[in-house]
């Protein structure tokens, strides 16, 4: 098992964090108890990085309020260690309040302004500026001081988060600091790792400081770390009793002559995940193309909205994927809501669609269009776009924030502004929540910090995807491994997030070289180590 996958999954914005902090205060912890463990953990993440690089002399970077705090509790005990420790202070450390102000007294040492140190002359850089909550871009003296640093070459461990860094977002105003490694607390946030935060931050080094798990239920966090334990327990594992026709049926839509490929990754990947069956459904051009490359998955002739409704007239289907290289236009819309209409119709389970690639296109500034249609049909409906995809398909400007359905902002996002689509919100996870929550649908907007969304606001961020899943035909891969789960009668947020996990699983089990065809075949490896988790 990765060191990854031991956090914790809940990821909270700083105003939980916050939250979390005041319920462990009223309960009786006092705050400064909170500061010394949390300055002890900076300690222990500098004194490793710096026994690492054979290194003594440390700056430490304190801003004006609690992540400075956390500064100068660090600098005592490291300056107790025997380290050389010199601390740089923005604004005037007098004029700090609470535990704040307590960590400087008990530091009794030297403190000089901030601007006069020399970020070269270190061996370690602790940057204690400013914390998660600071949602503005740095100006002024602090965005020169870390520009000094970053222009340093000196490795720099961040308090919390980098400086400059919102920790609800992953967003960087006009700069950051660029740490090699990040000491924060209790848990993530969603800024750690969403991009270009993740990058920031370098390595995340989650440690406690005394705040009890019960906090979390009155918090009630909505975005998780995308990890097995968020949707391991409903996988569907095959039954000892069971037999194929119990583990659904996949139909995947396949392209015309020349553009074939695409559905039959998808469909390999869909038998792969344990799909009992799966059809690929072909234009009749196309048969003969897709029958060479055919054996255990299984081929019909459909073309056109008819010959879908008469094919989706055979109730063990359970889930189609549409989309990979399907061909854009009305046509593809058009059959999009033929399958939707055979959705609820007398099935065994509920029906699952995944709409991906040209299927998304095809609604290109149709949101409104699509989300009806996704709402009276009852199915489990995945889409799956990219950034372009995605600013595509929520192009026209016709909605308010508070029109967009039931976590459709989230705690960050005020509904008294004027954003007019899911696409104009700046943070990636606020767009995925409102499309979600406009369309009745399960969002996956995918990249290196895939972004997986449920219409109840539940949101799960990836963080395994290697960079070698840029690759032509991996989204096509990832379509399938959604459809082959919600075929089985996975549930459409723990079908999403697990096959976004999985396909980033099976990436990292291959390895450089790695090309979509790769991926079907590497995934039974990736569901072995998953049993034994």
């Given at each position: 098992?990765?060191?990854?996958d031991l956090d914790p999954i809940e990821l909270l914005t700083p105003a939980e964090?916050?939250?979390?902090?005041?319920?462990?205060?009223?309960?009786?912890?006092?705050?400064?108890?909170?500061?010394?463990?949390?300055?002890?953990?900076?300690?222990?993440?500098?004194?490793?990085?710096?026994?690492?690089?054979?290194?003594?002399?440390?700056?430490?970077?304190?801003?004006?309020?609690?992540?400075?705090?956390?500064?100068?509790?660090?600098?005592?005990?490291?300056?107790?260690?025997?380290?050389?420790?010199?601390?740089?202070?923005?604004?005037?450390?007098?004029?700090l309040r609470g535990d704040a102000a307590q960590a400087f007294s008990d530091w009794?040492?030297?403190?000089?302004?901030?601007?006069?140190?020399?970020?070269?002359?270190?061996?370690?850089?602790?940057?204690?500026?400013?914390?998660?909550?600071?949602?503005?871009?740095?100006?002024?003296?602090?965005?020169?001081?870390?520009?000094?640093?970053?222009?340093?070459?000196?490795?720099?461990?961040?308090?919390?988060?980098?400086?400059?860094?919102?920790?609800?977002?992953?967003?960087?105003?006009?700069?950051?600091?660029?740490?090699?490694?990040?000491?924060?607390?209790?848990?993530?946030?969603?800024?750690?790792?969403?991009?270009?935060?993740?990058?920031?931050?370098?390595?995340?080094?989650?440690?406690?400081?005394?705040?009890?798990?019960?906090?979390?239920?009155?918090?009630?966090?909505?975005?998780?770390?995308?990890?097995?334990?968020?949707?391991?327990?409903?996988?569907?594992?095959?039954?000892?009793?069971?037999?194929?026709?119990?583990?659904?049926?996949?139909?995947?839509?396949?392209?015309?002559?020349?553009?074939?490929?695409?559905?039959?990754?998808?469909?390999?990947?869909?038998?792969?995940?344990?799909?009992?069956?799966?059809?690929?459904?072909?234009?009749?051009?196309?048969?003969?193309?897709?029958?060479?490359?055919?054996?255990?998955?299984?081929?019909?002739?459909?073309?056109?909205?008819?010959?879908?409704?008469?094919?989706?007239?055979?109730?063990?289907?359970?889930?189609?994927?549409?989309?990979?290289?399907?061909?854009?236009?009305?046509?593809?819309?058009?059959?999009?809501?033929?399958?939707?209409?055979?959705?609820?119709?007398?099935?065994?389970?509920?029906?699952?669609?995944?709409?991906?690639?040209?299927?998304?296109?095809?609604?290109?500034?149709?949101?409104?269009?699509?989300?009806?249609?996704?709402?009276?049909?009852?199915?489990?409906?995945?889409?799956?776009?990219?950034?372009?995809?995605?600013?595509?398909?929520?192009?026209?400007?016709?909605?308010e924030v508070d029109e967009l359905g039931q976590g459709g902002a989230s705690s960050?996002?005020?509904?008294?502004?004027?954003?007019?689509?899911?696409?104009?919100?700046?943070?990636?996870?606020?767009?995925?929540?409102?499309?979600?929550?406009?369309?009745?649908?399960?969002?996956?907007?995918?990249?290196?910090?895939?972004?997986?969304?449920?219409?109840?606001?539940?949101?799960?961020?990836?963080?395994?995807?290697?960079?070698?899943?840029?690759?032509?035909?991996?989204?096509?891969?990832?379509?399938?491994?959604?459809?082959?789960?919600?075929?089985?009668?996975?549930?459409?947020?723990?079908?999403?997030?697990?096959?976004?996990?999985?396909?980033?699983?099976?990436?990292?089990?291959?390895?450089?070289?790695?090309?979509?065809?790769?991926?079907?075949?590497?995934?039974?490896?990736?569901?072995?180590?998953?049993?034994?988790?």
């Amino acid at each position: 098992m990765r060191a990854l996958d031991l956090d914790p999954i809940e990821l909270l914005t700083p105003a939980e964090m916050g939250c979390a902090d005041s319920l462990t205060i009223q309960s009786g912890t006092p705050g400064y108890s909170l500061m010394l463990r949390a300055g002890k953990n900076v300690a222990a993440a500098a004194s490793d990085m710096l026994r690492a690089n054979e290194g003594g002399r440390i700056a430490i970077y304190c801003g004006p309020g609690n992540n400075g705090g956390d500064g100068y509790v660090a600098g005592r005990l490291l300056r107790e260690q025997g380290f050389e420790v010199a601390i740089g202070a923005l604004g005037d450390p007098l004029a700090l309040r609470g535990d704040a102000a307590q960590a400087f007294s008990d530091w009794g040492g030297t403190v000089v302004a901030a601007e006069t140190l020399y970020p070269p002359a270190y061996d370690l850089i602790i940057d204690a500026l400013f914390g998660a909550g600071l949602s503005r871009p740095l100006d002024g003296a602090a965005l020169a001081i870390v520009q000094r640093i970053n222009g340093s070459g000196a490795p720099v461990l961040a308090v919390d988060v980098p400086s400059g860094l919102d920790g609800a977002n992953g967003a960087i105003g006009s700069q950051c600091v660029q740490a090699r490694e990040t000491v924060t607390f209790f848990r993530l946030k969603p800024g750690h790792v969403l991009m270009p935060g993740r990058r920031a931050c370098g390595n995340v080094r989650l440690t406690q400081i005394g705040i009890e798990d019960e906090v979390l239920r009155e918090i009630a966090p909505k975005a998780f770390l995308n990890a097995p334990a968020l949707w391991r327990d409903s996988f569907p594992w095959p039954n000892e009793a069971g037999h194929k026709y119990e583990r659904g049926h996949l139909v995947v839509a396949s392209g015309p002559a020349i553009r074939t490929g695409a559905a039959r990754l998808a469909a390999r990947a869909g038998l792969r995940v344990g799909a009992g069956l799966v059809t690929l459904a072909s234009p009749p051009e196309a048969l003969a193309v897709n029958a060479a490359h055919l054996t255990a998955i299984m081929l019909r002739s459909a073309e056109g909205p008819a010959q879908w409704r008469e094919l989706l007239a055979d109730r063990r289907f359970s889930a189609v994927v549409i989309g990979p290289a399907f061909g854009v236009g009305e046509a593809t819309a058009e059959i999009v809501e033929t399958i939707l209409a055979s959705a609820g119709k007398d099935r065994e389970r509920p029906f699952g669609l995944v709409l991906d690639a040209d299927a998304l296109t095809s609604f290109q500034s149709q949101s409104d269009r699509l989300g009806n249609i996704i709402r009276n049909s009852g199915a489990q409906v995945a889409l799956t776009p990219h950034e372009g995809e995605f600013s595509r398909l929520f192009s026209h400007k016709d909605k308010e924030v508070d029109e967009l359905g039931q976590g459709g902002a989230s705690s960050s996002t005020s509904t008294s502004q004027i954003q007019t689509q899911p696409s104009d919100f700046p943070c990636k996870i606020d767009r995925a929540r409102a499309a979600a929550g406009a369309t009745g649908a399960f969002v996956v907007l995918k990249g290196p910090d895939t972004v997986v969304a449920s219409p109840d606001g539940r949101a799960g961020i990836a963080r395994n995807a290697p960079p070698t899943l840029a690759t032509a035909g991996s989204g096509d891969v990832l379509a399938g491994l959604i459809g082959g789960l919600l075929a089985q009668g996975m549930e459409g947020f723990e079908a999403c997030a697990c096959a976004v996990w999985l396909h980033g699983e099976a990436a990292n089990l291959f390895g450089p070289g790695l090309i979509a065809e790769d991926l079907p075949e590497i995934l039974p490896q990736a569901l072995a180590n998953l049993a034994l988790r």
